[in-house]
């Protein structure tokens, strides 16, 4: 069974970063495109940033220039760098894959103050 397990959140003033890990377990990681997705309060999960297998990124508009995703295989790991946030950032941050979804993880919050 697939198990997806997102950490790195918390709250940070407006202008800060974090760094947002997830481990994906049960699946053969290192061939599937990935992606960080969001969902802020009484809005629909949105597609945030995007990696191929072969490492190409691609990113909505909202995030370009402050957000970088990357991802380590020989860790199972999918990691997204959050540089200069904005309160429109805050959201529960969740990662899966970038088509044909598996079961979603409990997600990470993510808290920006103004």
């Known amino acids: 069974q697939v198990q997806l397990v997102e950490s790195g959140g918390g709250l940070v003033q407006a202008g800060g970063s974090l760094r947002l890990s997830c481990t994906a377990s049960?699946?053969?990681?290192?061939?599937?495109?990935m992606a960080w997705y969001r969902q802020a309060p009484g809005k629909q999960r949105e597609l945030v940033a995007a990696i191929t297998s072969g490492g190409v990124t691609t990113y909505v508009d909202s995030v370009k220039g402050r957000f970088t995703i990357s991802r380590n295989n020989a860790k199972n790991t999918l990691y997204l760098q959050m540089n200069s946030l904005k309160p429109e950032d805050t959201a529960v941050y969740f990662c899966?894959?970038?088509?044909?979804?598996?079961?979603w993880g409990q997600g990470t919050q993510v808290t920006v103050s103004s």
């Open positions: 049960g699946t053969v990681f290192s061939i599937n495109d």
């Open positions: 899966n894959r970038r088509a044909f979804q598996h079961a």
